[in-house]
Structures are given as structure tokens and as C-alpha cells.
């Protein structure tokens, strides 16, 4: 039997923060979450997308229990406001979902001189795992989920030389590197996890092909070529709704039998219902250990789990 909605279970009394809550596979998972009782944290940068998605979840679920948190992932002062923020209300999280990303930008830089692409997608949410660690590990049974892509395949490991591929910088190779570095990410935060004795859970999932708002946004910076063309008009071809793609991430993200580590995505590798699917090219000890050297220098921030518990 397909996993659908309605086997998310009853959520009342958990607290979920999601980050690019505002629209896309974040809002869809925002507004799953809170229908079935979840405390919703809506992390976003674009505060008036924000209010119209917090609208948007009232209008089909007039109970829901939000709260808006700005959240720029390109500047790690505004990942600690925001960090500082949720922990000044909410003493437990039972799911952080690192939703928001970007795909194949131009080369830039954010605030804090990181690639525009690697520090979205990767060292804002390093850095908001680490300030919200200490309360992920006191929280029974929580979660922690992490956005992959079928770009991963495309991608490889981080180069700690290079961290930010300043020499032959390529849109979509970046994309792909940050991508695994997220499951790579998930991987070796479950087993920090398991060596600290702590029942919470590490899972990565990828949506597949869905029509949300990203493809658009990679042609408005008319960076991606021909591929980036092609992809935002097959997407609104043969794409699922942001419903659809965001049940991957649901399902990793309450699940009673998903397993620390999973991976999930659609069944048919772009389309279908979110199944487990196997580590192709598992992340290594190698890969993990230069994605957290890379991310500690950069960031500053360590995600260090037997820390966190003794804080």
C-alpha cells in the first residue's frame, strides 16, 4: 500500500521547524505537519511569502499552530538569530527539516564569502544543526532531515582544498556536490547518534521530480543553460505537485519504522510514492570527515552530538 498523508500520525505536541517553509516542498511539508497537530516552525528568509504561506495553512487547516522565524541561510549572524529565537520558545523539536536550497546559481558569494550554493544548501544548515543540537538530542525519538537531490549522482565529494569550487566552478557540479554533502551530512550525524547512545534519528530523502518553485528560480539568474531550460519546462510536463514530492521527506521525517541513515525518495526515481530507497555510493568515512572539517572551518560551528548531550 502507498505511503500518502494519511499515514502521518498524530503529531499534537510536537514542535517542527522547517526551513523554507514559505513556499515549494517546504510549504507543502509545513502544512502536512501542522494538519496532523505539529507545532510548525516556519523558518524562511522572505517574510511576506512567509505570512501568505502561514495563510495559506489557515485556510485549510484553521487550527494549525504556526510561528514565523526569519531565516536567511547566507548569513550565519542571521542562522544564530533565528537558532536563538526558537530555542528562547521551544525546549523541544522533534523534526528539523533542512528543506531550503537553491539550484545551479551563478558563482557568487554569500555574506560570509561561501559560495552562494554551498553555503545555502549546506553550511547555513550546519550551522543551524549546531545551534539546535542541544535541544535535538534532549527531545525523545527526534529527527533530523536532510534534502538530497538525483544530483548527488552528479556530484562528489567536498574538496577541502577547494571547498568552494573557486577554480573551474561549474553551476551544476556545485549543485551536486551540495546535494551529497547532505546526505553525507545525514549519514554521519546518525552515527554520532548511535556512538552517543542518543534515539534520535539522521534520514535524508530527495523529491524526485516536482514542479516547485526552483526550477524557476535557477533560469531567473539565466545561469544553467540549456539543461536548466529543459529542466523548467519538463518539470511542468511530467512533474508532481509539491504535495506529492514533499511526502519523501514526510515519510523520512515521521515514519515510526524508518531506520536512522534512510534515504528516501519516489519510487520510480522522479515519480511515484516515497519508498526507502538504497545508499548508492554510501558516504564514506573519507567524504564525512572532509565534509565536517570543511564545514567546522568555514562555519566556526562544530555539530558534535556527545557535546550537544552534555550541554
Known amino acids: 500500500m502507498s505511503w500518502s498523508i494519511k499515514n502521518i500520525p498524530d503529531l499534537r505536541g510536537k514542535v517542527a521547524v522547517v526551513t523554507g517553509a514559505n513556499g515549494g516542498l517546504g510549504l507543502a511539508s509545513a502544512k502536512a505537519l501542522a494538519g496532523h497537530g505539529a507545532h510548525v516552525v516556519m523558518a524562511a528568509r522572505n517574510q511576506a511569502k512567509a505570512a501568505d504561506a502561514r495563510a495559506e495553512i489557515l485556510a485549510a487547516h484553521p487550527d494549525a499552530s504556526l510561528e514565523i522565524v526569519e531565516l536567511d541561510l547566507g548569513s550565519l549572524a542571521s542562522v544564530a538569530a533565528a537558532a536563538t529565537a526558537i530555542a528562547a520558545t521551544h525546549d523541544r523539536i522533534d523534526i528539523l527539516m533542512c528543506n531550503a536550497g537553491v539550484m545551479a546559481l551563478p558563482q557568487g558569494t554569500t555574506e560570509d564569502g561561501f559560495d552562494t550554493q554551498m553555503g545555502i544548501n549546506v553550511l547555513g544548515h550546519w550551522a543551524l544543526i549546531s545551534h539546535l543540537l ?10 533530523v532531515v536532510t534534502l538530497s537531490s538525483t544530483a548527488q549522482h552528479a556530484g562528489r565529494a567536498i574538496d577541502p582544498a577547494d571547498p568552494h569550487m573557486r577554480q573551474n566552478f561549474d553551476e551544476w557540479r556545485m549543485y551536486g556536490q551540495t546535494k551529497l554533502a547532505m546526505r553525507h551530512l545525514a549519514v554521519g550525524l546518525q552515527a554520532q547518534f548511535d556512538a552517543a547512545g542518543v534515539d534520535a534519528k539522521a534520514l535524508s530523502a530527495q523529491p524526485g521530480l516536482t514542479n ?3 526550477q524557476t528560480t535557477t533560469q531567473t539568474h539565466g545561469s544553467a543553460g540549456l539543461l536548466g531550460a529543459f529542466s523548467e519546462k519538463w518539470v511542468k510536463v511530467a512533474g508532481m505537485s509539491t504535495d506529492r514530492g514533499a ?5 523520512a521525517a515521521v515514519d515510526p519504522k524508518a531506520p536512522g541513515g534512510g534515504f528516501y525518495g519516489p519510487l520510480f526515481v522522479t515519480n511515484g510514492p516515497p519508498v526507502r530507497k538504497p545508499l548508492v555510493r554510501p558516504g564514506s568515512d573519507g567524504a564525512i570527515a572532509a565534509l565536517w572539517q570543511v564545514a567546522e572551518k568555514e562555519t566556526g560551528l562544530r555539530v558534535d552530538v556527545s557535546a550537544a548531550v552534555g550541554t
Open 134 to 143: 542541544p535541544i535535538v538530542v534532549a527531545t525523545p525519538a527526534a529527527r
Open 212 to 214: 516547485s518553485d526552483l
Open 247 to 251: 511526502l519523501s521527506q514526510l515519510r
